[in-house]
């Protein structure tokens, strides 16, 4: 009896025909998006051991995000680049919280926070890019990359007074009178407050 020898394809160099190997999976989760990101990458199936494969580079949103890369646990990623393990591979999305939508991780800028208290509110039009105003309008948030210098101030135009016969004085940080002169160095966070004087004519001056 003569037996003769039958050939499979083999992709991935291992000696064995790749139509007797078991194949695995690279999936891509959204991570603490929960379903809510777009713009996901396919998953790709039935993938050899072995062989060498590219982490995606689609860039997946979320809103009030913004997409820092991809994680996994399940197998080593030199570059963009790694050989595909003996089972299947989940890749995380990472997350930095962008309140402002400006692209850029609210951790990564210095937040400068404009606090009306309880004697004003910011009116309907108050509405600067990237500002974040908070429910009740008393508060605006501006977000600052380093070496930008700090915005104008909101002003007389920009409120509605809720008390009688007062008006806008200035923006205190403690004993800190606000100064536009000053350039963001570091991320970080400051608040100012407004004051308040009296107005008798009601001109809107102190």
Same mark, same amino acid.
């Given at each position: 009896?003569?037996?003769?020898?039958?050939?499979?394809?083999?992709?991935?160099?291992?000696?064995?025909?790749?139509?007797?190997?078991?194949?695995?999976?690279?999936?891509?989760?959204?991570?603490?998006?929960?379903?809510?990101?777009?713009?996901?990458?396919?998953?790709?199936?039935?993938?050899?051991?072995?062989?060498?494969?590219?982490?995606?580079?689609?860039?997946?949103?979320?809103?009030?995000?913004?997409?820092?890369? $991809? @994680?996994?646990? /399940?197998?080593?990623? +030199?570059? =963009?680049?790694?050989?595909?393990?003996?089972?299947?591979?989940?890749?995380? !999305?990472?997350?930095?919280?962008?309140?402002?939508?400006?692209?850029?991780?609210?951790?990564?800028?210095?937040?400068?926070?404009?606090?009306?208290?309880?004697?004003?509110?910011?009116?309907?039009?108050?509405?600067?890019?990237?500002?974040?105003?908070?429910?009740?309008?008393?508060?605006?948030?501006?977000?600052?990359?380093?070496?930008?210098?700090?915005?104008?101030?909101?002003?007389?135009?920009?409120?509605?007074?809720?008390?009688?016969?007062?008006?806008?004085?200035? $923006? @205190?940080?403690? /004993?800190?009178?606000? +100064?536009? =002169?000053?350039?963001?160095?570091?991320?970080?966070?400051?608040?100012?407050? !407004?004051?308040?004087?009296?107005?008798?004519?009601?001109?809107?001056?102190?």
């Amino acid at each position: 009896a003569t037996y003769t020898a039958t050939y499979g394809e083999d992709q991935n160099g291992n000696g064995e025909p790749d139509g007797k190997e078991e194949k695995y999976d690279i999936t891509y989760s959204d991570g603490d998006a929960k379903g809510a990101a777009t713009g996901m990458p396919k998953e790709e199936k039935d993938i050899l051991s072995g062989t060498e494969k590219t982490v995606s580079t689609k860039e997946p949103s979320w809103t009030g995000h913004v997409f820092k890369g $991809w @994680k996994t646990d /399940d197998v080593e990623v +030199s570059g =963009d680049k790694f050989e595909m393990p003996e089972k299947d591979v989940e890749f995380v !999305a990472q997350w930095k919280v962008d309140a402002n939508g400006d692209g850029v991780a609210d951790e990564e800028q210095f937040r400068l926070t404009f606090n009306l208290g309880t004697g004003a509110t910011f009116k309907e039009d108050f509405a600067p890019e990237h500002v974040v105003i908070n429910e009740g309008r008393t508060t605006a948030t501006y977000y600052l990359n380093i070496g930008e210098s700090y915005p104008e101030a909101p002003d007389k135009d920009d409120i509605t007074v809720t008390s009688a016969n007062t008006a806008l004085d200035e $923006w @205190k940080s403690g /004993d800190t009178v606000y +100064s536009e =002169d000053t350039t963001v160095d570091a991320a970080g966070e400051a608040t100012y407050t !407004a004051t308040y004087g009296e107005d008798q004519n009601g001109n809107g001056e102190p």
